[in-house]
């Protein structure tokens, strides 16, 4: 009944384009998700942000544990149904959904225990910005199973290219948390006056309908999910090996995040109006790295396929237009920063003791946003063919370079721009190193027809 993308006959740039739009139409909707949560908590001043920011690491760090089931679940799918076998895909997507299931149960479990010293990390210095960082983490970490589900469901759908899935949900997800937002944040009509903990209510009833209409559209498919047997016994074999493939990405992530819990820590020394700019600006930057990362997700199916039916040539090109693609996006992303930090940060604080600060994170992490597009891509690309040790090598390397370069940095005159430059430095390097190193990779991998 649904359409499902041919990604291994017919014209690449077709067929790779019509499953990255939508991916990518879901990446910015994701991003609008983010951003819409920004603006209205935004309206109740920086400490509100700065609640949400703290709250939000863990957060992201549940993120890149998620990314165990979705990697793995999505390119051993993948490269079943390349093969031809629609069971044996079946039998991998089960195990990642069940391996999603357990690992969000068991991240919101410590959350919701250990809210007081998981937000103590960050030594934040208002008692309200505390209290209410605590309560957005046991609401949203808490109940973080429906964003696991989410995610690895959005993976699976990749992979039998059906993007479109995952457009629908998450739309559908970002109108009820665009509504929801103001109504349980500052009271109104019936519903009380809720602040942070209204946000964090809105956010987590938005994926759980995100959850639902994910459910609702695999019962509708008849490629891959009327194949499968969720509720059986776990296939251990298959277990071990979409873990195999989904660690290496899962490290790199969870690191990637404490790493930057760790630097969040060290702007927390600034103030936690600093911590707001961190906050808001990351969310900003994402309209580049969310997008890279749906796009690398579309690489990440196409290759996986091709790859299992061996299609060489198909893969080769595939990577080719899709560089052409996200060189373009970099480009576009870094002049947007670069070119109009001051406006795009008024929109979501207008403090302007605090807009300097944005302003300054902007304009770096602005020059990087190219080579961040590429690095996301090409590790998306590695991943098509179950190879994740490399990207992860690349940036657990590059990024923990940024703890020691951040502590020289801020002793020099950049102060605290000192830290945004860390950041900025380490992604140019990740994307020249990986490209060039992805480069070597398909050219002793893939033979010239």
């Known amino acids: 009944m649904q359409k499902h993308i041919d990604l291994l006959h017919g014209p690449v740039l ?6 990255a739009i939508p991916i990518m139409a879901t990446s910015l909707i994701q991003m609008a ?22 709250a939000g690491m863990y957060m992201w760090l549940s993120n890149g544990l998620a990314v165990l089931s979705k990697m793995g ?23 990642a959904l069940q391996l999603a299931a357990f690992t969000g149960l068991l991240f919101g479990l410590i959350c919701a225990i250990f809210s007081v010293p998981l937000i103590g990390f960050f030594k934040l210095n208002s008692p ?28 699976l759908f990749t992979a039998i290219g059906n993007s ?18 103001p109504v349980l944040i500052f009271g109104i009509g019936f519903f009380p006056e809720l602040g942070v903990m209204g946000a964090a209510i809105a956010t987590v009833f938005a994926q759980m309908i995100v959850t639902c209409m994910f459910i609702l559209f695999a019962l509708r498919d008849d490629l891959l999910f009327n194949h499968m047997r969720l509720f059986s016994r776990p296939d251990f074999k298959k277990l071990r090996s979409l873990i195999t493939i989904g660690v290496p990405s899962c490290l790199q992530n969870m690191l990637f995040t404490g790493i ?11 103030g936690d109006a600093a911590v707001a700019v961190q906050k808001v600006g990351s969310q ?25 039916a061996g299609n060489s040539k198909r893969i080769r090109k595939g990577y080719k237009n899709a560089m052409v693609i996200v060189l373009i996006w970099g480009l576009f992303c870094t002049f947007l920063l ?19 600060m944005g302003v300054d994170y902007l304009v770096i992490l602005g020059v990087s946003q190219l080579f961040m597009s590429v690095e996301i891509t090409t590790a998306g690309a590695f991943a098509g063919f179950g190879k994740t040790v490399p990207p992860s090598v690349v940036s657990i390397l590059f990024t923990t370079i940024r703890i020691p370069l951040a502590l020289i940095l801020v002793n020099t005159a950049l102060g605290l721009n000192g830290i945004w430059w860390s950041i900025t430095i380490s992604s140019i390097l990740k994307g020249i190193i990986l490209l060039c190193w992805f480069l070597r990779f398909l050219k002793k991998t893939i033979k010239t027809s």
């Open 128 to 155: 309200q910005v505390i209290a209410d960082a605590q309560i957005y983490l046991k609401i949203t970490c808490g109940l973080v199973l429906f964003s696991f589900l989410n995610q690895t469901f959005t993976g």
């Open 260 to 270: 930057s819990m760790i630097i969040a820590r060290m702007v927390a020394g600034y």
């Open 338 to 356: 670069i070119g109009c930090p001051a406006p795009i940060f008024r929109i979501f604080i207008t403090e302007a003791d605090v807009l300097p």
């Open 284 to 308: 900003i930057e994402s309209i580049s790295w969310m997008t890279a990362d749906g796009f690398a997700a579309a690489v990440n199916s196409f290759i996986a396929q091709n790859h299992g």
């Open 73 to 95: 679940g999505q390119v051993t799918t993948g490269h079943s149904l390349g093969a031809g076998d629609a069971g044996e895909a079946a039998g991998y997507a089960s195990g």
């Open 14 to 19: 077709s067929s790779l384009t019509r499953l």
């Open 164 to 181: 479109r899935a995952a457009f629908l949900a998450t739309t559908t997800g970002l109108v009820i948390n665009f509504f929801m937002d």
């Open 33 to 54: 998700y983010n951003l819409t949560d920004m603006i209205w908590i935004g309206r109740l001043g920086s400490n509100a942000v700065a609640a949400v920011g703290a």
